[in-house]
């Protein structure tokens, strides 16, 4: 009897891994905080929306985005390190900013990350400007701007989307709508609910997929980006469901057990685990490999961060003023000329 062949691994086993990465770091970021090691006091996890791995899949090396406080899966699914991350949310000299940016601010222009964004909306145009020069430098290279649902009532949002269309630029607008805007549901803050709707009334291409299911995020993004590298710019919303409060600190009370329940029952990385089991993509021992080197890879990120060095003082002014410009005094020696100027007079 010949012996038959189990299909071949497909780009689902690759997404995967990807998002079993970006689940077991943010685990590792919020025991991060519960250790007292996170500089800043606002931690904000992307639990629940990994399958923003299927549009990270379709960017390409060149591509540039920006994202909002709740990055840290985006920018591991575009290849961040995740020690520097760990270290850069840590506040630690070996981060990516060199620990003046944290958990919202990170940035790193070799990746084409533009910067993160604690303001609701506030890298959204940033992509525009990217988009701009993408097109006139030629090369199809896109632009995409992550951010949540908070963001679809921010004016800032509707004014670059004309601006993508009527200059025709290589733009996505990707919208993680996880229900809530802090402690507020989606449907208590937003009167059309149609997101999609908004953005083809300014002429872009429109797309909603399920945010519980990578492979449906990964067609969307697809037919996207190929139409945005077109000069057709683009907008994806992934319905998706964030497992924990706003913040660390936040017990999400405004929700009940059931719906928390409900919403965690639509989990992108068990969704995407059971139809490689059931497809015959994987076997469990292999399933279990990843799971684990990934607890492995971020608990060595963890504690990388913790044992890094904190940035030394004198630091405190680089990378803020121009190249050039001399160091600022210490206010102590400032005040100490001053007094010594007044003894003198």
């Known amino acids: 009897m010949t012996a038959i062949t189990p299909p071949a691994n497909t780009a689902l086993l690759a997404r995967y891994r990807m998002m079993r990465r970006i689940r077991s770091f943010e685990e590792r970021v919020g025991e991060l905080f519960l250790k007292g090691q996170s500089a800043g006091s606002m931690l904000h996890l992307s639990i629940g929306e990994e399958a923003v791995v299927g549009l990270a899949d379709a960017m390409a090396l060149g591509d540039s985005f920006t994202t909002h406080h709740r990055g840290h899966g985006v920018f591991l699914a575009?290849?961040?390190?995740?020690?520097?991350?760990?270290?850069?949310?840590?506040?630690?000299?070996?981060g990516y900013c060199r620990g003046k940016g944290g958990s919202m601010h990170i940035a790193d222009r070799a990746l084409g990350h533009l910067g993160a964004n604690a303001i609701v909306g506030g890298g959204i145009p940033h992509v525009v400007g990217a988009g701009l020069s993408s097109r006139?430098?030629?090369?199809?290279?896109?632009?995409?701007?992550?951010?949540?649902?908070?963001?679809?009532?921010?004016?800032i949002l509707y004014e670059t989307m004309n601006m993508a269309v009527l200059w025709r630029l290589p733009v996505i607008f990707c919208c993680i709508n996880n229900q809530y805007g802090m402690g507020t549901r989606v449907d208590r803050s937003a009167g059309h609910r149609d997101f999609p709707a908004r953005a083809r009334a300014f002429g872009l291409n429109a797309a909603r997929a399920d945010g519980a299911d990578?492979?449906?995020?990964?067609?969307?993004?697809?037919?996207?980006?190929?139409?945005?590298?077109?000069?057709?710019?683009?907008?994806?919303?992934?319905?998706?469901?964030?497992?924990?409060g706003h913040a660390r600190m936040d017990k999400s009370p405004y929700r009940t057990p059931e719906e928390e329940a409900e919403?965690?029952?639509?989990?992108?990385?068990?969704?995407?685990?059971?139809?490689?089991?059931?497809?015959?993509?994987?076997?469990?021992?292999?399933?279990?490999?990843?799971?684990?080197?990934?607890?492995?890879?971020?608990?060595?990120?963890?504690?990388?961060?913790?044992?890094?060095?904190?940035?030394?003082?004198?630091?405190?002014?680089?990378?803020?003023?121009?190249?050039?410009?001399?160091?600022?005094r210490p206010q102590a020696e400032r005040l100490a000329a001053i007094l010594s100027e007044g003894r003198r007079a």
Do not use: C, W
Not at 140 to 154: H, L, N, P
Not at 293 to 319: N, R
């Open 214 to 244: 990578v492979e449906a995020v990964a067609e969307a993004a697809q037919g996207l980006v190929t139409d945005a590298r077109g000069g057709a710019p683009g907008f994806l919303e992934i319905d998706a469901y964030r497992f924990y």
């Open 136 to 155: 006139n430098r030629g090369g199809g290279a896109i632009a995409v701007a992550f951010f949540g649902d908070g963001a679809m009532s921010q004016g």
């Open 78 to 94: 575009r290849g961040a390190d995740p020690k520097r991350m760990m270290a850069e949310i840590a506040g630690k000299e070996e």
């Open 263 to 328: 919403g965690r029952s639509r989990d992108p990385l068990a969704n995407a685990r059971a139809r490689l089991l059931a497809g015959g993509l994987a076997e469990v021992e292999e399933l279990d490999r990843i799971d684990a080197a990934a607890g492995v890879e971020m608990d060595a990120a963890l504690a990388h961060a913790i044992a890094a060095p904190a940035p030394g003082l004198p630091t405190m002014f680089e990378d803020v003023f121009a190249p050039g410009t001399p160091a600022p």
